[in-house]
């Protein structure tokens, strides 16, 4: 199956300051990308994905890169804010028209900490 | 809206006791899914379903039984847990099983003494 590699396990910034997390997955198959962020004592959250067709994706402060070649994405959070504190975790999912599979492969996630 | 509600928010349980876990969503999503989450770990599939008929069991102990009564409504009905079996149990959907995007509720945290 897919395997999902995550890193640093623990980041810490200072507010205002940009964090980078990053992944990568071994199967050439795995098409799409999400990006979740849980914060203590709730589920976690969509905050962006990306499918293997494009290579870059913004939405305001957040991005997610992705480099099919060498099997790696990662998330760029910039202009880090105390409220981004959060375990953020990347997933990796192998996507096919009609199937019945649902499967994410997460990665062990990061703690980050953004200091005011 | 992208909402997935679950309950109770905290469910506290003997050994021996049965108790159910209550997920719902009002998206039109066709799949649902049951997670169960340890501390410090990524959620672990337990189990999908995939218009109303389980579609994947991830080995998961009889003692946790899934039930998909219909398209919006989804239940794990809980028997006989062990100690180990405390966790927060999530519960996320999707458009299509395999394609789509996953939204997650804000979980169930179980504890069995």
């Known amino acids: 199956g897919e395997n999902v590699e995550q890193h640093p396990s623990t980041l810490s910034v200072q507010e205002g300051d940009s964090a980078v997390i990053k992944c990568t997955y071994s199967d050439s198959a795995s098409n799409y990308f999400p990006w979740y962020k849980q914060e203590l004592g709730k589920g976690p959250q969509l905050i962006i994905d990306?499918?293997?067709?494009?290579g870059e994706k913004k939405d305001q402060r957040i991005a997610v890169t992705l480099n099919k070649t060498a099997k790696h994405f990662s998330l760029h959070i910039t202009e880090t804010q105390p409220e981004d504190s959060a375990v953020y975790f990347c997933?990796?999912?192998?996507?096919?028209?009609?199937?019945?599979?649902?499967?994410?492969?997460f990665g062990r996630g990061t703690q980050l900490t953004v200091w005011p | 809206d992208t909402e997935v509600t679950q309950t109770p928010k905290h469910l506290v349980m003997g050994m021996t006791n049965k108790k159910s876990l209550k997920c719902e969503q009002h998206m039109g999503h066709r799949a649902m899914y049951w997670y169960k989450q340890k501390a410090k770990k990524p959620p672990e599939l337990m189990f999908v379903y995939s218009y109303e008929k389980l579609s994947i069991n991830e080995s998961v102990p009889s003692r946790f039984s899934p039930e998909c009564p219909n398209s919006s409504l989804l239940n794990l009905h809980l028997h006989a847990l062990q100690p180990e079996d405390s966790a927060l149990y999530l519960c996320?959907?999707?458009?299509?099983?395999?394609?789509?995007?996953?939204?997650f509720g804000p979980g169930t945290r179980l504890t069995v003494l």
């Open positions: 997933a990796a999912s192998i996507t096919h028209r009609g199937s019945t599979l649902g499967r994410l492969y």
């Open positions: 990306i499918r293997s067709n494009v």
């Open positions: 996320a959907s999707s458009l299509r099983a395999g394609t789509d995007t996953q939204y």
